[in-house]
């Protein structure tokens, strides 16, 4: 790509920002970098339609920096609930206390400085300093990937190292230095409104006069993945044991999914089982030691995560004999649950249970 090349992608592209690009985000055109970042902690992973009401409901609960990194650590996890991919939120809480004790409740000003931060990749790095503070840095998210690879038809894969080196030197080649956070917004909103992943509105894109990938009618042929991970089928089943108007919860502390969240006790294994073989296990025996109970209900629930889909098989137990409480558990009171940050997938069970609450 030549001069002339970079010359025209960025004039039309900023040309169509200024004019016509009318999308609305309330984080959009701000300055602050600690907003900044919450946002784009927010929307990793996650689609802006879910995220936007998120950001909102965390800025009013944390308007600042400080009042994050001194907030009630199960408090943020119920606030995140839902969203999924909870190390975002511990990486949030650590970075916000890291910033307070150790920077002055100031984020760096150098991009080198923010990726520093834990949590703090290369795109939200460069996302806080182009936005924040109009440091030459381009942001290369799935947007932008996917504009690049179309406008150039470029077949190189975009999930292997050499093909993420070649598309983050393509997206600083042709980077605005002028006005570097305007030029991110604006390809990541043009892939986002009219670069679609399908169903491209190419008739209104004004790159469609250059692009390759337009005029060769295979838009839908980029980018090109090289890699595609399988799908791990994990079988969860849930023993929801109601005890005088309590239940049992435990926190998942082993490094996995939902980490630092409460669930009911667990027992995982490698397919659903029914009750008659269950409760057989030394784990069903363990934490009901008598056969002094009644099983009210079993529902079926299923969780897609990204590279898991999680089935869970929650067993509802009634029971006047207290059960055996573990000294990672605790006993609550079944009211009380909605103070505790959840799995979706509970969260989803204990609105569908007809005892429940929520």
């Known amino acids: 790509m030549g001069d002339s090349g970079k010359e025209v992608f960025t004039r039309l592209l900023m ?27 927010i929307l990793q992973q996650t689609r802006v339609e879910q995220g936007w009401a998120y950001y909102e409901r965390f800025v009013q609960a944390y308007p600042t920096l400080e009042q994050l990194a001194y907030a009630d650590e199960q408090a943020v996890y119920r606030l995140w609930q839902g969203l999924g991919y909870y190390n975002r939120c511990r990486n949030l ?19 080198d400085g923010l990726l520093s931060l834990k949590g703090i990749g290369p795109y939200t790095a460069a996302a806080i300093a182009s936005f924040a503070f109009g440091l030459p840095h381009a942001v290369v ?46 390809v990541m909103d043009l892939g986002a409104t009219i670069c679609k992943p ?13 692009c390759q990938a337009f005029h060769l009618q295979q838009q839908m042929q980029f ?12 079988y969860f089943h849930y023993l929801v044991i109601r005890f005088q108007a309590k239940t ?52 079926d ?22 059960p055996h409480i573990s000294p990672h558990q605790l006993l609550v009171g079944w009211d009380d649950l909605c103070q505790y940050a959840l799995p979706g997938i509970i969260v989803k069970y204990l609105r569908r249970n007809p005892y429940s609450i929520l």
């Open 15 to 41: 040309r169509w920002h200024r004019q016509d690009n009318g999308r609305q985000m309330p984080w959009k055109g701000i300055r602050d970098p600690y907003r900044i970042w919450l946002a784009e902690t």
């Open 93 to 111: 809480l650590h970075t916000a206390r890291e910033l307070v004790q150790h920077y002055g409740g100031e984020f760096p000003r150098s991009y």
């Open 141 to 186: 998210d799935g947007n932008v990937l996917r504009v690049l690879a179309r406008y150039f038809a470029l077949h190189i894969p975009v999930d292997l190292p050499e093909g993420k080196k070649l598309f983050s030197q393509l997206a600083h080649k042709l980077l605005d230095v002028q006005d570097p956070g305007a030029f991110n917004q604006a």
């Open 198 to 210: 399908r169903r491209p509105a190419c008739n209104h894109c004004p790159l469609a006069v250059k």
């Open 223 to 234: 980018p090109v993945k090289a890699q595609s991970k399988s799908i791990q089928s994990r």
């Open 248 to 299: 049992l919860l435990q926190r998942r502390i082993q490094k996995d999914i939902w980490r630092g969240l409460f669930e009911f006790p667990l027992i995982e294994k490698n397919a659903l089982w029914e009750v008659e073989h269950l409760q057989q296990t030394p784990e069903w025996q363990n934490q009901l030691p008598t056969d002094d109970w009644s099983l009210k209900g079993v529902i």
């Open 301 to 322: 629930l299923q969780q897609q995560l990204t590279h898991r889909r999680i089935h869970a098989r929650f067993f509802y137990i009634e029971t006047p004999v207290a």
